[in-house]
Antibody
Framework: EVQLLESGGGLVQPGGSLRLSCAAS????????MSWVRQAPGKGLEWVSA????????YYADSVKGRFTISRDNSKNTLYLQLNSLRAEDTAVYYC????????????????????WGQGTLVTVSS | QSALTQPASVSGSPGQSITISCTGT?????????VSWYQQHPDKAPKLLIY???KRPSGVSNRFSGSKSGKTASLTISGLQAEDEAHYYC???????????FGGGTKLTVL
């Protein structure tokens, strides 16, 4: 069974930093692209960042570019999100999600959806 | 880029069918067949219902179906059941600059 378990959330002051972790099990982690998606309290979902299976390619939403860093340790089956220069508007539940990959040929693969998702970890930015 | 547009709420009675729309632009929904739909119950993680516009993962009830026409994708739930009461979100690939966009979410109430 695929399982994703986030940790590392908490209360942090504006301008502070936090590192989130997502422990994965039940699938070949090193072959799987992963994403972080967040949800502000009472609001909708917002894609934040993604990383390829090997960790050589990373992508960010404009709202977090330059402040957040996604990374992974495939030897530990763990995904990370480093959050720096935090703002009140970064307050949210942060979910990690496995990207569901479809390959139309041996050289053409793409992400089709996010499945499954972890249970989330709450980050609160407040003084 | 702005979020995809969904109605804030829809409702239906048990046994009825409802449809939730998701409107994007020519840069996202209209350009890619990569629309997915997620169901989220209160204080739970989102669950994938539909991918690539109309495909259902194994284990998802065939009461859930998806379609797309132009810049608008739709999720239809037939034979409404009480446990379908939840928030529903659409998502679309939006190219290499915006990557992934979500809709604002639709709250489904089963009357």
């Amino acid at each position: 069974e695929v399982q994703l378990l986030e940790s590392g959330g908490g209360l942090v002051q504006p301008g502070g930093s936090l590192r989130l972790s997502c422990a994965a099990s039940g699938f070949t982690f090193s072959s799987s692209a992963m994403s972080w998606v967040r949800q502000a309290p009472g609001k909708g979902l917002e894609w934040v960042s993604a990383i390829s299976g090997g960790g050589d390619r990373t992508y960010y939403a404009d709202s977090v570019k330059g402040r957040f860093t996604i990374s992974r340790d495939n030897s530990k089956n763990t995904l990370y999100l480093q959050l720096n220069s935090l703002r009140a508007e970064d307050t949210a539940v942060y979910y990690c999600a496995k990207e569901s990959i479809i390959c139309s040929s041996s050289t053409s693969c793409y992400t089709s959806a996010f499945d499954p998702w972890g249970q989330g970890t709450l980050v609160t930015v407040s003084s | 880029q702005s979020a995809l547009t969904q109605p804030a709420s829809v409702s239906g009675s048990p046994g009825q069918s409802i449809t939730i729309s998701c409107t994007g632009t020519s840069s996202d929904v209209g350009s890619y067949n990569l629309v997915s739909w997620y169901q989220q119950h209160p204080d739970k993680a989102p669950k994938l219902l539909i991918y690539e516009g109309s495909k259902r993962p194994s284990g998802v009830s065939n009461r859930f179906s998806g379609s797309k026409s132009g810049k608008t994708a739709s999720l239809t739930i037939s034979g409404l059941q009480a446990e379908d009461e939840a928030h529903y979100y659409c998502c679309s690939y939006a190219g290499s600059s915006s990557h992934w966009l979500f809709g604002g979410g639709t709250k489904l109430t089963v009357l």
